[in-house]
């Protein structure tokens, strides 16, 4: 791994939000996580949106395998049947454990937001130190989507009666599992 700080700067930042962070060392690893992250769940059906990550790694093909209904079409309708959803992050913030969603795709945000649990994966690299890291990074690609979303933890609100509720505009679990490169 480049920088294992900059990991464990993240992971902890993660737990400290109610979020769960691993770090796969392989290809083999990321499918184990993700498998276990499923069957603590319970789930049978997966939300999935195909990306260079997921597709690289194998994942469809190892869930349909492995028994789970993988779900990558007409997600508009048929994400409310799964509890899951898998996405692949952009970047990750180290100092705020935040995610950052490049995701111009509707379905790429319904498979992260419609979802009881978010699994979301990111590579080692994209673990960036801070926020204005994360910003120099959006900007850099060149004109904006129309959604650049950050995620910090499982979704919470204290909206109505200043109590904290957990799930209301989201996943109530968020598993992050950190894909080092160098492990491939």
């Known amino acids: 791994m480049q ?9 902890a930042k993660v737990a400290s939000v109610n979020g769960e962070c691993y770090l796969a060392a392989d290809r083999k690893e990321l499918l184990t996580l993700i498998t276990e992250a499923l069957q603590k769940r319970k789930a049978d059906k997966v939300a999935l949106f195909p990306s260079p990550l997921l597709t690289e790694a194998g994942v469809p093909a190892a869930l349909t395998e492995g028994g789970y209904e993988v779900i990558i079409d007409d997600l508009r309708r048929r994400i409310p049947q799964a509890g899951v959803g ?3 992050a952009q970047w990750g913030i180290a100092e705020l454990g935040t995610l950052v969603q490049y995701a111009p795709e509707v379905d ?4 992260s937001t419609l979802v009881d649990t978010h699994i979301a994966l990111l590579k080692s690299s994209a673990i960036l130190p801070e926020l204005d890291d994360a910003l120099a990074a959006i900007a850099s690609v060149g004109a904006l989507p129309n959604y650049v ?3 910090t933890g499982p979704s919470r609100s204290s909206d109505i009666e200043r109590v904290l509720t957990v799930g209301v ?5 968020l598993v992050i599992i950190v894909v080092d490169e160098g492990g491939r």
Do not use: Q
């Not at 920088?3 to 992971?11: E, I």
């Open 3 to 11: 920088d294992k700080g900059l990991y464990d700067s993240f992971a």
């Open 86 to 88: 898998i996405t692949e």
């Open 169 to 173: 505009h989201g996943p109530i679990e």
């Open 149 to 151: 979303g950050f995620i």
């Open 108 to 111: 790429n945000r319904l498979c």
